[in-house]
């Protein structure tokens, strides 16, 4: 028996809780705390597995201090759809990074640069910087010897 895996569009409201709740520095027990359930339910919400209704929905935007919509919304122009998400598609890897100091520090400060321009030229930086710690394949050429080497 195969486990139920959550609608892509629970997981992805979850993630945005999840961000939201990370980016104020408050825990999961605090959250719970102020929206009347348990800290495991909570959890539950930001995997995906348990579906928030609306009026908790509402509760919950409410304490971290944002409209509802901004759990729907997956760029500024766009409202959310499925397309692209699949099952759960790169949601893992978005909450490994949020709950890293790392990722929230780098997060909060990114968030503050308003020039548009500067923030895509810091995405191509990063990007290159990722590419470039890839194992690549070398071909010495004094002895014709392959080996992997790691760019730094």
């Known amino acids: 028996m195969s486990a139920k895996l959550p609608n892509p569009i629970d997981a992805y409201v979850g993630s945005r809780v ?3 709740r990370l980016m104020l520095g ?5 959250l719970a705390d102020q929206i009347g359930v348990t800290f495991q339910q909570v959890q539950k919400y930001e995997r995906g597995t348990n579906r928030i209704g609306a009026s908790r929905l509402q509760t919950i935007a409410t304490v971290l201090a944002i409209p ?3 759990f729907f919304q997956q ?3 766009q409202p959310l759809t499925t397309e692209g998400l699949g099952p759960l598609a790169g949601l893992e890897d978005l909450s490994e990074f949020l709950t ?3 990722g929230l520090g780098l997060n909060k400060a990114f968030m503050k640069i308003t ?3 500067v923030r895509e030229s810091i995405l191509l930086l ?7 710690a890839e194992p690549v394949l070398v071909i010495a050429p004094a002895n014709d010897d392959i080996r992997l080497d790691q760019r730094n």
């Not at 408050?26 to 605090?30: D, F, K, L, P, V």
């Not at 990063?126 to 470039?132: E, H, K």
């Open 100 to 102: 890293s100091k790392e």
């Open 26 to 30: 408050m825990s999961q027990e605090r």
């Open 75 to 77: 760029d500024v122009s």
């Open 68 to 70: 509802v919509s901004f």
């Open 115 to 117: 020039d548009r321009g």
């Open 18 to 20: 999840r961000m939201r």
């Open 126 to 132: 990063v990007t290159s910087l990722a590419n470039a």
